[in-house]
């Protein structure tokens, strides 16, 4: 096998050849004209003129090759205390006869299906039976309310939905019906039928005429064959944060798609046909997708899709129970799930109750890998633990320890090197024109054309993937990140460019919780910022400006902010601290001061700009953060 060096040079100088080789690991049912189409970019064409199904090279594929009585798929679920497997022959069929019950409600190929699910097989199921039939799946996470729903539905135009009776969060079971059935009144768009999958915990109320039970559409349906796609049809859509409360369509197409996430599995990963690979996250999320579902089934391994938390279900011991049991050999989670354990574990004792001999390799993303997580992980597990980094929309890693040429040495702190087809450079945030000297931050891009397996456009709005990602930077793709590269080469990812925090691993828009914030009757401005946390990294906190004259207790206002955000956007903001505040700190052309505010709560020394309208304002906010207990200790 080429060295990391040698395929990453290759990736950049012979991208066509590189990725060829990676293509032909799959199968095609026609081959490609074309690897790379640039000719329109940035809306590059991975593989143009090629046609494949994923599904198939997910699924079948496998049993005629074989794999057939090989464990796909393992449900484990602390929540309801129940653990299923699934062989590739039987996932096969079970997500043949699901698509077969979606062609018979007329769904076909480019039709868009929202799938709002909790961590029950039948998501994946879902995913992988549009995928069969060339319908576009747009996966909301069970987290959202059904504002954000409703959104997704009026961008994404679904013919059908399908959904969960509930889901299962510790301490309550969270009922999907009402959410969806709101969701359905608020939206403009009305989807047709939607699939409803009772769980025995709770039975939804169906509609009838529009809501079709799981089982019985099954009961009814003959199994369908794989439809060939074009290499460059979309696969899915995925929602994420954007800058504004309006989230993005990232759209992700199949043939680069299916590449890049074969390869991905061997050389960022280091994991082989027939072994267990767990990514613990959500199918809501990118993770969900990648490497839940598609990443490790295309590699003919085994994966595990857990409904529990790493804390409480039942206890900080749940996710090495889970490795034992099912002889993992990597997993994939989000430093916040380490300090949740760490909390509740400190000195990893539950560890020791396990044999955890088949453990090779912890990888963190989703966040920055803080050091303290990071070397509490390496001494409690005693295995390599590599941060890597990515986002929505690459879908796939773009800086990362790639486990499969051997690991490089960590530096804590850095997701290490770029990964093959990522040009990734750091730019001067004052002249893009010009690239930051090593060591110093800026602006993190990658050099187009992007890899396959990037975000192809947003959903319906070619213009908003130039105006976000593709304008400031000419000939660059802007990743919204900062930071910088050493002397080694090694990334260091600092902070976002924007207005998204990251929340227990969750990304989400603070733009977006102000519009909510706003739409209070008696909020005149507000702003809200990323707090440290010591959990979940990042907490949102508001600042409130309430109209003259409203003369309302504080707390009562409190309470109904937060009480709306819940509502409107969802629990996952996890939106508790709100101030009431006379004024928000501004520069004199009135941009309000976000940074600076976050710099106070989080106890780190600011310089106010020559340009603040009023520097008094910064010790009024600086006394009503100490009331509230910022700067944490
Ligand atoms: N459906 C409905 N509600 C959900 C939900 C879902 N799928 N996922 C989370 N929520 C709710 C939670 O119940 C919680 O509600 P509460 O305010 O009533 O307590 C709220 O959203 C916030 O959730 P979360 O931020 O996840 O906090 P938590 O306290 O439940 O758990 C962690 C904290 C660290 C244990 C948890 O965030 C975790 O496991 N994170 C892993 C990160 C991850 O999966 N990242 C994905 C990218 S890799
Ligand atoms: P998402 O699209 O939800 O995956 O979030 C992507 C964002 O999370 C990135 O743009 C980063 O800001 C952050 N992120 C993801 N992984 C890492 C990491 N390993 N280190 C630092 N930040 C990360």
Redesign the pocket.
Known sequence: MPTYEEDFQRSLTDPEGFWADAANELKWSKKWDQVLDDSKSPFTRWFPGGELNTCYNCLDRHVEEGRGEQTALIYDSPMTNLVEKFSYRQLTEIVARFAGGLASLGIKKGDRVIIYM??VPEAAIAMLACARIGAIHSVV????AAKELATRIDDAKPVAIIAGSC?L??G?V?EYKPLLDEAIELSAHKPENCVILQRPELKADLIPGRDVEWKALVAEAEPVDCVPVAATDPLYILYTSGTTGVPKGVVRDNGGHAVVLKWSMKHVYDIDPGEVFW????V?????HSYIVYAPLLHGCTTILFEG????TPDAGTFWRVIQDHNVKAL???P??F??IKQQDPEGKLVGNYDLSHFKTLFL??ERADPDTIIWAQETLQVPVLDHWWQTETGWPMGANCAGYGIKPVKLGSPTLPVAGYDIQIIDEEDPSKQMPVGEIGVIAVKLPLPPGTLKTLWENDEGLIKSYMSEIPGYYKTGDAGYIDEDGYLFIMARTDDIIN????RLSTGGMEEVLAGHKDVAECAVIGAKDQ??GQIPMGFVVLNAGVNRPDADIVKELVTRV?EKI?????F?EAMIVNRLPKTRSGKILRGIMRKIADGEPYNPPATIDDPAILDEITEILKKVGYPKQ
């Open positions: 909790p961590m996470f069970g987290g959202f889901g969060e510790p309550r969270v990514a613990a996250s959500d809501g999320w990118v993770v969900g938390k790493p804390v409480g994939f989670t989000a916040t799930a300090r949740a993303a989703g929340v227990a691993g969750h959990l979940k819940r969802g629990p996952v903001a996890a508790k």
